[in-house]
């Protein structure tokens, strides 16, 4: 696997930490970039948002086998809870994770819970992008996305966005679009 960060985010994420980004059928890309590049450099651990649901248990086993604290909550189920236990981790020095667009979709759309989270803790957004030469592609809402054996993978991660502590619709409108072209443009379709 192969790490692009043009902007030098991972370099700067020993002084503070940041909320990374990553589309729900790329899941598996964010927790290998965190184990192999962002907690070496960085030495920060991470804490990720998963759904509530009993989908979410078999999630928080693979989390943890990538020494990932999982935090569990949605914007269905338990998401203020979440936020809150998010930002208390944060206080600790933990990175935050999020899928943008989980847990279930629609697919590559912004949802509310990640500028919720960038706007209560006043952590940079850290978008993720990953592309895989080879991979198998599952029949399910995300379509989601699994490396083959021996694939080229390459990891980019994109320029921080930062969210404003106080929001109007348009701006949140604003932000949102703004965060979904930032995605879009590292993760191709």
């Given at each position: ?50 759904s509530a649901s009993k989908d979410g ?124 072209s930032r995605m879009n443009a590292i993760?191709?379709?």
């Amino acid at each position: 696997m192969r790490f692009s960060d043009p902007h030098g985010v991972i370099k700067t994420s020993r002084d503070k930490p940041f909320i990374l980004c990553v589309w729900h059928n790329r899941l598996i890309f964010g927790m290998y970039a965190y184990s192999n590049n962002i907690k070496p450099i960085s030495g920060r651990r991470l804490a990720a948002m998963v759904s509530a649901s009993k989908d979410g248990a078999f999630l928080v086993e693979a989390l943890k086998a990538f020494d990932i604290d999982p935090v569990r909550g949605s914007t269905s189920r338990r998401g203020r809870q979440a936020l809150l236990e998010l930002s208390r981790k944060m206080k600790s020095g933990m990175h935050l994770g999020i899928t943008p667009d989980g847990p279930r979709g629609p697919i590559y759309e912004i949802q509310d819970g990640i500028l919720a989270l960038a706007q209560v803790t006043g952590l940079p957004i850290i978008p993720l992008g990953a592309s895989v030469s080879r991979k198998y592609q599952f029949n399910s809402w995300d379509q989601f996305q699994l490396p083959m054996p021996f694939a080229r993978c390459e990891v980019v991660y994109g320029p921080p966005l930062q969210v404003p502590r106080e929001l109007d619709d348009e701006k949140r409108a604003s932000i949102r679009e703004e965060l979904k072209s930032r995605m879009n443009a590292i993760n191709p379709l």
